[in-house]
């Protein structure tokens, strides 16, 4: 089981990015899944998350800007970030608790590569 995000760049302040993450391999099921994010001499933050019920929440640095959707049939996750600005700048890592095997007891905690977003102002 891999978690595999993209979508990062460089982008001018006020600009828009959108990241994906896609769950790879054989699941019983991927529960709450989530947006962090790390900015170089910073801890790791978490941005935006969606649980299976597609219940959303946000940081409050982003509410407004940014869109968490996920899609439970084929086990991705996007995220919409309009009217970025410099501080939004961190490698962005997606995260997700999976229930990977129904002789498991209990679901995994799962993170991505990391995917880096560069907001030039």
């Known amino acids: 089981v891999q978690l595999q995000a993209s979508g990062g760049g460089l982008v001018q302040s006020g600009g828009s990015l959108r990241l994906s993450c896609t769950v790879s391999?054989?699941?019983?099921?991927?529960?709450?899944m989530a947006w962090y994010r790390q900015a170089p001499g910073k801890q790791r933050e978490l941005v935006a998350g969606?649980?299976?019920?597609?219940?959303?929440n946000y940081a409050d640095s982003v509410k407004g800007r940014f869109t968490v959707t996920r899609d439970n049939a084929k086990n991705t996750m996007l995220l919409q970030m309009n009217r970025l600005e410099p501080e939004d700048t961190a490698v962005y890592y997606c995260?997700?608790?999976?229930?990977?095997?129904?002789?498991?007891?209990?679901?995994?905690?799962?993170w991505g590569q990391g995917t880096q977003v560069t907001v030039s102002s």
């Open positions: 995260n997700a608790d999976i229930w990977v095997s129904y002789e498991d007891e209990h679901s995994e905690d799962y």
């Open positions: 969606a649980t299976r019920a597609l219940v959303t």
């Open positions: 391999g054989s699941v019983v099921s991927v529960n709450a």
